[in-house]
């Protein structure tokens, strides 16, 4: 899966706060860590889903048989729900 947006750009603010702006509609939506690791490696490349939950696994040092599966999915079907991800 990859995010297909044309001019899309994920941006960090002075006080920390990260943002994607979407131009196709003007929205701009506030990420988390995660979800900011999540929508960059979505820009960057196809990823899968495995991929994804490996790259949050080891960004934010989860321990070992913790299941990120879930929070990655949710915010996928975010991304879903908002028309960003097909």
């Known amino acids: 899966m990859r995010l297909e947006l044309p001019g899309a750009r994920v941006e960090s603010s002075s006080d920390g706060q990260t943002f994607l702006f979407e131009e196709r509609y003007g929205f701009v939506y506030l990420l988390d ?4 690791l ?11 889903l495995a991929s994804l939950m490996a790259a949050v696994a080891d960004s934010f040092d989860v321990p070992p048989g913790t299941d990120v599966a879930g929070d990655v999915e949710a915010f996928l079907t975010r991304l879903r729900d908002y028309g960003l991800l097909v």
């Open 33 to 36: 860590a995660a979800g900011a």
């Open 38 to 48: 999540l929508v960059e490696q979505l820009l960057s490349a196809e990823q899968s």
